[in-house]
T-cell receptor, first 116, second 113 residues
């Protein structure tokens, strides 16, 4: 398996523009998570899905953020409009089962977002 | 609310030294605890996963222990190498918080040749 695949690896955009981050989880994993990492706040959970259904989005900072999982192999995190304070590394992770399965959580390589 | 703390925040050691990284968590009701490695500008790589019923896990030069009652885990690295230089993160999966993985702030390790 190629692991959790995220695209793009880097994104630079101007304030006010729409940004879409993409994630392909490991085949067969039924949980998908979106995390944000910054120097100030570390890793924060934004939202997670179980069997394509959003379960907890309490970590989504505000209405400018939205996430979808139209099928078991694809998820998107959208920011509209983007702001400089959204600059961070966004990680997608997936797991098998609610306890993480025998290997726990598997993370993608992340998308480094810079909003100027 | 579960809080995870890692001490020290940064550590610099000479090559060959054995070292211990510490992780503490406030709520002992957990499913499991996972140690990750993060290289600069990279994603997280899972190192070891300890289920709540286990006391330790080993992989090569790495050994992770879990004392759930005291809310502590340690990651032991034997015979450290410059290639071990990275940030090490521990994360717990609480029993009563949905499926949220709570991370510590990490320990930034530098192993000098």
């Amino acid at each position: 398996d190629a692991g959790v695949i995220q695209s793009p690896r880097h994104e630079v955009t101007e304030m006010g523009q729409e940004v879409t981050l993409r994630c392909k989880p490991i085949s067969g994993h039924d949980y998908l998570f979106w995390y944000r990492q910054t120097m100030m706040r570390g890793l924060e959970l934004l939202i997670y899905f179980n069997n394509n259904v959003p379960i907890d989005d309490s970590g989504m900072p505000e209405d400018r953020f939205s996430a979808k999982m139209p099928n078991a192999s694809f998820s998107t995190l959208k920011i509209q409009p983007s702001e400089p304070r959204d600059s961070a590394v966004y990680f997608c992770a997936s797991s098998l089962g609610s306890s993480g399965g025998p290997h726990g959580y598997t993370f993608g390589s992340g998308t480094r977002l810079t909003v100027v | 609310k579960q809080e995870v703390t890692q001490i020290p925040a940064a550590l610099s050691v000479p090559e060959g030294e054995n070292l211990v990284l510490n992780c503490s968590f406030t709520d002992s009701a957990i499913y499991n605890l996972q140690w990750f490695r993060q290289d600069p500008g990279k994603g997280l790589t899972s190192l070891l996963l300890i289920q709540s019923s286990q006391r330790e896990q080993t992989s090569g030069r790495l050994n992770a222990s879990l004392d759930k009652s005291s809310g502590r885990s340690t990651l032991y690295i034997a015979a450290s190498q410059p290639g071990d230089s990275a940030t090490y993160l521990c994360a717990v999966r609480p029993l009563n918080a949905g499926n949220m993985l709570t991370f510590g702030g990490g320990t930034r390790l530098m192993v000098k040749p």
